[in-house]
């Protein structure tokens, strides 16, 4: 984990490298950032880690790294993408895939990081809070023509959120493809993976969100789930 001050739009982020070990076995190897410019509670950086690394990004990629009869590239999903929708929807879902229910997730979470409780709550909170204002930014900003100061203000007044947040929010907000096509995603795939998983259960919507059974996107996800499609191999 290094600090990436010079990347002022991004708080964290995992890549995925892959490759093998000296006896040939997978080394799945990743780097995990965090960006040291934006202040973080211990509890902020477990529910960042959860999302990043287990069981977010980095599990995903080494599911599909291991399962799937494809290059590296395929651990890549594409930026702005219906491909990232899923990934960050499934990132997102972090609790739901490991608990039975929202309760159980704080208490046992809280037990495991000996924090209390209700700052995981709290934390789970503030992340729906940085969710809407990611999705709603580039709304505010390219649909509405709300200026740079006006998105920021929501950003801090409706979301909660503190400098440099709003910054971020803008950022990307202003942005003609990241703002439209990939901040919405965090909401969008968080919200289909979650009522997915209130259909199908946990562990059948882990088996095709984590590509298991091939590759899919937010939309093929749903079909695969369903019966309505074979995932691409």
Known sequence: MISIPSKPHVTGSQAYTGGKRDDGRPALSALFEYNTAYSMTYVGLIALFMHEVMPGHHLHSVM????????????????????????????????????????????????????????????????????????????????????????????????ALTDPLPNKIWGWGKHPLIGPMYGVTYD???????????????????????????????ETFRKVLEGELEPLR
């Open 188 to 218: 969008y795939g968080n919200k289909k993976v979650a009522r997915a998983i209130r259909d199908h259960g946990r562990l059948a919507v882990a088996r095709v969100g984590y590509n298991t059974k091939g590759l899919v996107d937010i």
């Open 64 to 159: 599909t790294d291991l399962n799937l009869d494809l290059d590296v590239e395929a651990t890549m999903p594409t930026m702005c993408s219906p491909q990232v929708a899923l990934w960050e929807g499934v990132a997102q879902n972090a609790l739901n895939f490991l608990f039975d229910d929202r309760e159980e997730a704080y208490r046992l979470v809280g037990k495991i990081f000996d924090v209390d409780p209700k700052d995981v709550e709290i934390q789970y909170a503030i992340e729906a809070l940085i969710d809407a204002a990611k999705h709603d930014g580039s709304i505010l900003g390219q649909r509405e023509g709300w200026s740079e100061g006006g998105v920021k203000a929501y950003a801090r007044d409706m979301c």
